[in-house]
């Protein structure tokens, strides 16, 4: 059977171009005609020997996705339904802005987590491949036009649940041989996974890690996210505090602010303790409606008062602005309305 070449990483190429008797050199340009150039047939590789060109042919094929939904937002953010090659979909998007361009990647098929407040948990069907994570950045640039400069493993699924794919394919984007970003414009955003964590900061790329923390009290953080059952917040944060001064970064934190739930001066306050003499910051972010109703933004004027709050208590603060809200930029929002619809065409 023929394999995705795309998920291969540069040294694995080499190795198995030099296995099939090819030269190991040529990993570089197939990387390039693929990640740079956008090719998706090896017929186009002109720098490649004919007999060369036969050989990949008949052992790879370059992995797609085929786009099913395009969404634009009045302020410009673009969302993306893909469907895979078994006919699943995934979500994209694209947010645009002043200096920077960022690409907020999917992971996962669903997510395994069940966040109560997120619309990826309902379901989980599988694992994307690094194939299908970098496919997501050249299909945007194919559609855009647009420069890509930054990376948030921010959309469907749980990063660190699929952590050698993640992985991989940050190194495939990472590499000059293919979309040359720099590591410390790609974000891993983790529910916690401490293991995951753990084995992060042994991997030597410089890499920007976000923790979503939503509640300073275990208590109603094991409501929120029932992960904090398997790890709980004291030992994520002891887990952090080592991440951090083992690689001498910051940390973010993020904390989704929901009105009546967990936005109380109080919670601030608890929050400012749990991660007082860490070096760290918190991005609040602003609820994105979904179909719950539990579940409500809050107005700008309590955030800032929750911002206030904590730059008072001494806790680097910055408020994540929210784009894309009238085309449901909530993770999973569009895939679950697309799967109703199939069901009901169904
Ligand atoms: N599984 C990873 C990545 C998920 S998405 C994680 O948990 O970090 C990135 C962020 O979006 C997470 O902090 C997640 O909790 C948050 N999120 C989920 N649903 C949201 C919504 N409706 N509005 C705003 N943020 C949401």
Redesign the pocket.
């Known amino acids: 059977m023929k394999q995705d070449i795309k998920n291969f990483n540069l040294n694995e190429l080499r190795v198995c171009l030099s296995v099939i008797g090819l030269k190991p050199y040529m990993a570089e340009q197939i990387f390039d005609w693929i990640y740079k150039k956008g090719r998706k047939s090896f017929s186009e590789m002109s720098n490649i020997s004919r007999r060369g060109r036969l050989i990949l042919e008949e052992r790879f094929y370059v992995g797609n996705l085929c786009l099913l939904k395009d969404l634009k937002s009045n302020d410009d953010t673009r969302k993306f339904l893909f469907e895979l090659s078994d006919k699943k979909s995934i979500e994209t998007v694209f947010i645009p802005a002043n200096k920077r361009s960022t690409v907020c990647l999917s992971s996962q098929v669903g997510?395994r987590?069940k966040?109560l407040?997120?619309?990826?948990g309902r379901s989980f069907l599988r694992n994307l491949t690094p194939s299908e994570i970098t496919s997501q950045v050249s299909c945007v640039l194919n559609i855009t036009k647009q420069p890509v400069s930054h990376i948030v493993?921010?959309?469907i699924?749980?990063?660190m649940d699929n952590y050698d794919s993640v992985l991989k394919a940050i190194r495939i984007l990472n590499s000059p041989y293919a979309f040359n970003i720099g590591a410390r414009r790609i974000t891993i955003?983790?529910?916690g996974i401490i293991p995951a964590i753990k084995k992060l900061k042994n991997e030597g790329l410089q890499f920007e890690l976000?923790v979503?923390l939503?509640s300073a009290d275990g208590v109603l953080r094991n409501k929120l996210m029932p992960v904090n059952k398997k790890y709980p917040l004291k030992n994520l944060i002891s887990c952090v505090k080592d991440y951090i001064s083992y690689t001498n970064r910051q940390v973010t934190f993020?904390y989704?602010l929901m009105a009546g739930v967990n936005d109380a001066l109080s919670s601030a306050d608890k929050l400012s303790k749990l991660l007082s003499n860490l070096n760290c910051k918190v991005n609040l972010?602003?609820?994105?409606k979904?179909d719950d109703a539990r579940f409500q933004p809050l107005n700008k004027k309590d955030v800032l008062a929750f911002k206030d709050r904590l730059l008072r208590n001494g806790t680097h603060t910055t408020i994540r602005l929210s784009r894309g809200q009238d085309i449901g930029a909530?993770?999973g929002q569009l895939r679950i309305e697309h799967t109703q619809e199939n069901y009901k065409l169904g």
């Open positions: 997510c987590f966040c407040f997120c619309a990826s493993f921010m959309g699924g749980e990063p955003s983790t529910s976000s979503s939503h993020e989704v972010i602003i609820f994105n979904t909530a993770c």
